[in-house]
């Protein structure tokens, strides 16, 4: 009985050391593509996306046979039937593992790989069709798209509701119930405050404005337009960075088209991405915030995560979270406002020589409901993905054909933001989202945004004066907390574990409801 | 038997599939490889080479196991086996590919690992000599690598003499005799030349320059020397680009502390590196025409050979021979200097106000004996190259201990270059060739000079006006011609194959020396 215990431990430690070296490859691969996709968006020459697309597809293939090859399933089924002998991380870690291996086993090889070539298509297709504004062009492939992530579902947890299935895929512990408890909460209480805002502006156009004239002057946004040469803003790029704490040796900043974040190969190098808009003063300054959040989450991760499955964020509404809240309620802040007016007159002498730091926060926060989520303010945000969530629940569910996805999109706009939607590239067609297959990725949007206040509230209990933090621009309680409480954890815990553990209190949607009312009171006066 | 035939053929052609399949594996790898380098030498945050290091060391491995796994030297084996049917393409991949893995096999596979280990520390150690200037504690590593290398080419080609061994590894078709006979025509021409243009200047200097006189001014280089602002550089580069005939659709330019040039995956995509010196007008300059040279003739392989070993440059011999090509013969000429003055004039006004083309044709000429292989001037550079051979070929026969390689350094740039060497860090602690096992390396450098002095010569002989094509910059004529007889072969042809065929001629160091003295005696009256 000893030597078999013996050589059973031996055998666990040997598994133990192949499950961290089979996790080191996986990182180097993804380092690889990560940092191809980086360079193709930043730095490669213009004529070179298809080199890059020959030897993505070669390494996506490779990683793909060292995840599901005889000898990963089998040191993984392995670790899963001695799962008690291992730690907590361990155990996450076969189990995230397993988990895309098993779903993946469960799809016709032959179906896995038409849908791939789907949405290679459906993507070129969905740019071409909002070019030319022709949904009738996309909706065929948008069909297919639906009715395959309908069939998946079907496929990996026949027991589930397939909507249900994608929105816990992409928010673990997310569903319909949860998702129409929390929408219902934001719709009853946003759309009649937006409606009242438009009231409010629309009085003080036609000169009858009794309550702006009560709290002073609405917002003018005029004030953040003029001409911002980019030189000028990379310095400004380069304070926001060393204001939010952001460790320069590990997190990159560079200049793309559409701004965003990505870990190359662990924790240790974060990118972030901006965007320079010469018209615009504050444009580039808050997606560096924003993006710049993501980072500090990635980045925050516990060492031992990295090169590990463990490593970076657990979700996209955890990461938006984290984001929005220092995009949002920090960046956007009175407060915050003061910090960083100053360095504005300091880049921008003459065209910010007579703006005060109340003129500044309204015009950063003007209320305007619009077409295009992506531009959307603090407060009309969490609409547009309300509008998206309800349509794709319906087409899930098979109570909303694809071919009449425009007309009730359009409906939605006009129902919930007051607006007209004049043609589908600036409607149904925005987004990228569908064609990329992502269906029940949206709510996680809104969803972060609700967390942040609800952090916002907890980091107030635990003591932390946030509003004077954001005045003198020295983020470093802020990130301590953060970086204690949320970002070390990488993927160990379920979004929904996490929140119990950072709030230890239900989440409550009207949290961040009671902070945007609060927010719209104070410079709308309603 | 017309079944064995049939099932033969059959798998001839898998065979051939497999071959094409497995060279593009192996491109994606170097893709994934070279763009990690690429990031850390260009963008990626400064505390991040560790976490490249992790991946590196994955990826190198998994390309390794690829190329010298069982199914592919089977693969190879196989097609050797049956080489008279192949293309003469397949049968050079196939003898490239198995070359490598013959040669490897040959080394105890624990001598081969201790072997990578040493150089990762003899550069370490490398480094900190050099800033210690303290060439006794680099001397036991360097002395390994040399022994190492005698070693390694005993095992691999034990009926070589091991220095021809390590020759022929970095220019295939060299030896000793080749490279005595060569650098003997050097020496015995270079030598006088650069003495009488010592003289010349040490004349002038003392105001007693007859000869100066009569043939006009000395080269003065100070005409180069001031402030010339690195956004005005980026703009000049960008103008070089254009004359060079780079196609920016696949050849990128980003910034360096030491300029290269390399590959990303494949021909199609290829990106140089320059350094901006704020107080140098040129530097930068031919840095940019230099790589270019090199991108022109990465970027010129065939189609067909994209994705396959083939792909790319032969040797380094007929790289540097493009690079010097576009960078002395080309750059440094009268005509090209009339041609790029006037953009000179117009960046950088007030600096070139009063400067004729001839003082810039001098200046970027002037020859002065120097310390620096990397700093010195075309006529001197030589020199340097020579020096380092005579010193390797000693060590490697066993001639020369590695203990007495400072002393016979300093020996021969005085009495070659009439230079005194100070200290080892400006002497044989300034390259990091040695440190990272490149011995038989340098020559290279030399035979390039001097083949693309010959490859004017031919260019002449089939009518194409060099000097005009660089006056008017327009370079059509000249890249179409190496681009038909140089570029597209990638490495199909030895080094020497390419040159019989190109020149039709033998290989002739006295064309690059009748061309030297010629520019000198133009520019020093000597």
């Given at each position: ?78 670790l899963d039937s001695r799962k008690d002998e291992l730690s907590e991380k361990e155990q ?131 004030i953040l337009f003029g001409n911002f040469p980019v030189e000028k803003q990379r310095i ?291």
């Amino acid at each position: 009985m000893h030597e078999r215990t013996q050589e059973e431990s031996m055998n666990l430690e040997k598994a133990r050391k192949d499950l961290a070296a089979l996790q080191r490859k996986m990182s180097a691969y993804n380092h690889a593509q990560e940092i191809i996709y980086f360079d193709g968006a930043t730095t490669a020459p213009k004529g070179t996306a298809e080199n890059r697309a020959v030897s993505m597809s070669v390494l996506s293939e490779e990683s793909y046979k060292l995840c599901t090859c005889r000898e990963t399933v089998d040191l993984l089924e392995y670790l899963d039937s001695r799962k008690d002998e291992l730690s907590e991380k361990e155990q996450r870690m076969v189990y995230l593992l397993l988990k895309d291996i098993r779903s993946t086993a469960k799809i016709p090889r032959d179906e896995y790989v038409a849908y791939q070539d789907l949405l290679v298509t459906a993507e070129d297709v969905w740019h071409t069709a909002k070019e030319k504004n022709d949904f009738a062009m996309f909706e065929p492939y948008l069909k297919q798209v639906f009715d395959t992530n309908i069939k998946f579902a079907g496929y990996i947890a026949p027991e589930m509701d397939p909507y249900d299935y994608w929105l816990n895929e992409y928010e673990e512990g997310l569903d319909k119930k949860t998702c129409d408890e929390f929408f219902e909460a934001l719709r009853s209480r946003l759309v009649p405050l937006i409606k009242k805002i438009g009231e409010v502006t629309a009085k003080s156009c036609s000169g009858e404005g009794p309550e702006a004239a009560q709290t002073g002057k609405l917002p003018d946004k005029s004030i953040l337009f003029g001409n911002f040469p980019v030189e000028k803003q990379r310095i400004l790029s380069e304070r926001i960075m060393d204001i939010e704490g952001l460790d320069k040796n590990h997190i990159g900043l560079a200049e793309t088209e559409h701004p965003f974040t990505t870990s190359i190969g662990s924790h240790h190098d974060v990118r972030i991405t901006t965007h320079y808009y010469e018209d615009n003063a504050v444009s580039s300054m808050y997606s560096v915030i924003h993006e710049g959040g993501h980072a500090l989450y990635d980045a925050g991760s516990a060492e031992d995560l990295a090169y590990t499955v463990l490593d970076g964020g657990i979700s996209m509404g955890i990461h938006e979270s984290q984001s929005r809240f220092y995009e949002n309620i920090i960046g956007r802040s009175k407060a915050f406002c003061k910090c960083i007016l100053p360095v504005f007159k300091e880049l921008f002498p003459e065209q910010f020589e007579n703006v005060s730091a109340e003129d500044f926060y309204k015009a950063v926060n003007a209320v305007e409901p619009s077409l295009i989520r992506t531009e959307a303010d603090e407060v009309t945000y969490s609409l547009h993905i309300l509008i998206r969530y309800e349509l794709e629940k319906r087409v899930m569910a098979g109570e909303l054909s694809v071919h009449d996805l425009p007309a009730e999109w359009n409906r939605l706009y006009k129902e919930y933001l007051g607006v007209d939607v004049p043609d589908d590239k600036r409607g149904v067609l925005q987004d990228t989202h569908w064609s990329g297959g992502a269906i029940g990725y949206f709510p996680s949007y809104a969803l972060g945004s609700a967390y942040g206040a609800q952090f916002l509230r907890r980091m107030g209990k635990d003591a932390i004066d946030v509003e004077k933090n954001a005045e003198i621009g020295d983020f470093s309680k802020i990130n301590k907390w953060l970086g204690e409480q949320i970002w070390p954890h990488g993927e160990l815990y379920t979004p929904r574990q996490l929140l119990d553990r950072v709030l230890g209190e239900a989440f409550d949607p009207n949290v961040y409801l009671d902070y945007l009312e609060a927010k719209c009171r104070d410079i709308y006066g309603i």
